[in-house]
């Protein structure tokens, strides 16, 4: 399950199958939570037959303690993988790698 945030929220639905949305736009203060992900940022646009979401104004993912930050971030759900793009300024990345096992398991 995945929860969305957001001030506003527009919906567009498909004139031969209106229960079914084509897409969803939220702006101002978007954060959309699924487990110990997070995404955030000023705008996001899901596109339902890319199966995309799309997030843009500060857009930022973490997952757990790691985090990336960019332009725009695209999240592809059926692939469970994203793709951060740089603007203006870089794209910033937390990353926090597991720790080793050692050999008895701990």
Not at 25 to 38: C, H, L, S, Y
Not at 41 to 69: K, M
């Amino acid at each position: 399950d995945m929860t969305l945030r957001s001030d506003v929220l527009r919906i567009v639905l498909d004139r031969d199958k209106p229960e079914e949305p084509t897409e969803v736009v939220a702006e101002g203060g978007v954060r959309i939570d699924k487990g110990t992900r997070q995404a955030s940022g000023g705008r996001a646009v899901f596109n339902a037959a890319a199966r995309t979401v799309t997030l843009s104004e500060q857009a930022r993912l973490r997952d757990g303690p790691n985090e990336v930050a960019g332009e725009r971030v695209i999240v592809f759900l059926a692939e469970e993988r994203s793709v951060i793009e740089g603007g203006p300024e870089r794209v910033r990345a937390v990353l926090h790698p597991p720790a080793e096992k050692t050999r008895d398991g701990r």
